[in-house]
C-alpha cells in the first residue's frame, strides 16, 4: 500500500550540496513522524540523520547537525532532506521512512561525495 520512492542522490564533490526528495504514496505524511536514514558502505544497519514531527518540529543527528535541513511539503506528500557541506563521511544510501519504521522500506538514493 505504502511506496518510498526517494531520489535526488548522486556524486558531489565535499562542500557541495544536494536536496534528496521522498515521495510518499498511499498515505499522508501530514500526521506522522518522518525521518531520513542512511546506510554507510560496508554497513547492514540504517543510521538515524534527520527527523520532522508532525507540527514541523525538527531534529539531527549530530554528524549532521547544522548541515542538513529535513523539511516536509504535505500538499504535495513528499520530503526533502537539504543536504550542504557534505563530507566524504556522508557517502551513503539515503533512506525515508515513518521514524517507527512503520512503512516498507524504499530502494533509497545513493549519494557519493568524492574529489
Known amino acids: 500500500q505504502v511506496q518510498l520512492v526517494e531520489s535526488g542522490g548522486g556524486l558531489v564533490q565535499p562542500g557541495g550540496s544536494l536536496r534528496l526528495s521522498c515521495a510518499v504514496s498511499?498515505?499522508?505524511?501530514?500526521?506522522?513522524?518522518m525521518g531520513w536514514y542512511r546506510q554507510a558502505p560496508g554497513k547492514q544497519q540504517r543510521e538515524r540523520v534527520a527527523?520532522?514531527?508532525?507540527?514541523?518540529?525538527?531534529d539531527y543527528a549530530d554528524a549532521v547537525k547544522g548541515r542538513f535541513t529535513i523539511s516536509r511539503d504535505n500538499a504535495k506528500n513528499t520530503m526533502y532532506l537539504q543536504m550542504n557541506s557534505l563530507k566524504p563521511e556522508d557517502t551513503a544510501v539515503y533512506y525515508c521512512?515513518?521514524?517507527?519504521?512503520?512503512?516498507?522500506w524504499g530502494q533509497g538514493t545513493q549519494v557519493t561525495v568524492s574529489s
Open positions: 527527523g520532522i514531527l508532525a507540527g514541523g518540529s525538527t
Open positions: 521512512n515513518q521514524r517507527f519504521n512503520s512503512y516498507p
Open positions: 498511499g498515505s499522508r505524511i501530514s500526521t506522522y513522524a
